[in-house]
């Protein structure tokens, strides 16, 4: 994984789901880090497409990690559907999955 890709990687583990207060990416939400040439497009997805705090966990991606990126950064909202294989192996514990 691209340093840049890594570094962001872990400045969203700040961002929590709200639902079940674990962070992001051990939800297994956080599907891509895409490091280009003058931007980092972030693809994500959500527990539920029709998560109601959608908009604002995305706008919290963003924001979180344009803090730690050194180039502008995109969230974009992929079509995979979640399935609980993709959290990690703490987050499931954490769940009791």
Known sequence: MHTEAKKIKTALRDVIDF????????MGLIREI???????IITMILTSPMCPMASMIMQ?????AN???????????????WKP???SEDARDALGI
């Open 60 to 64: 919290q991606v963003k924001a979180r």
């Open 67 to 81: 803090e730690v990126s050194e180039k502008p950064v995109g969230v974009v909202l992929g079509q995979e559907r």
């Open 85 to 87: 294989e993709f959290m």
């Open 34 to 40: 895409d490091v280009q040439d003058e931007t980092v």
């Open 19 to 26: 639902e079940l207060g674990l962070d992001v990416v051990s």
